[in-house]
């Protein structure tokens, strides 16, 4: 049986086949390259991916604009309606993170629940996992 390499020249053959791959690895001959081409690409790519991202939302926000035409008559009703109660209200509490969330009752009304003082304390508390 032959030996085909010499074990000393094994790690001498791999190093030099590795030196050559590394001389023409195209990563080399992109550091050749000026640093502001390679910015300048990836401005190119991100100047083209919003143009495409914008061209693909242009349709629903053309949509979104019709459909804010069309409530703000109604908005605006309602601001001129609701908003002197909502100001009155707005002025008599003091601090919303005392109240708990509004609650509708069946027969439509709104209330607003205070928060207890044992309930006030427990939210201060940190929870122990």
């Known amino acids: ?20 791959v590394f ?17 300048s690409l990836m401005e190119e790519g ?7 991202l914008m061209t693909e939302m242009e349709p629903a926000l053309e949509e ?21 109660a909502l100001r009155d209200l707005m002025d008599k ?3 919303w993170s005392v109240y708990h969330p509004p609650e509708i009752l069946p027969n439509g009304d709104i209330i607003l629940r205070k928060k207890t003082p044992d309930e006030l304390a427990d939210e201060g508390k940190e929870i122990d996992l």
């Open 23 to 39: 001389v023409s690895s195209p990563a080399l001959a992109q550091d050749d390259q000026p640093k502001e081409e390679g910015l």
């Open 64 to 84: 979104l604009e019709d459909m804010a035409r069309e409530i703000e008559p109604a908005f605006r009703e309602f601001a001129d309606q609701m908003g002197p």
């Open 1 to 20: 049986m032959k030996h085909l390499a010499n074990p000393v020249m094994v790690p001498i053959v791999a190093l030099a086949l590795s030196a050559a």
């Open 93 to 95: 509490v003091e601090d």
């Open 46 to 52: 991100a100047r083209l991916f919003f143009r495409g």
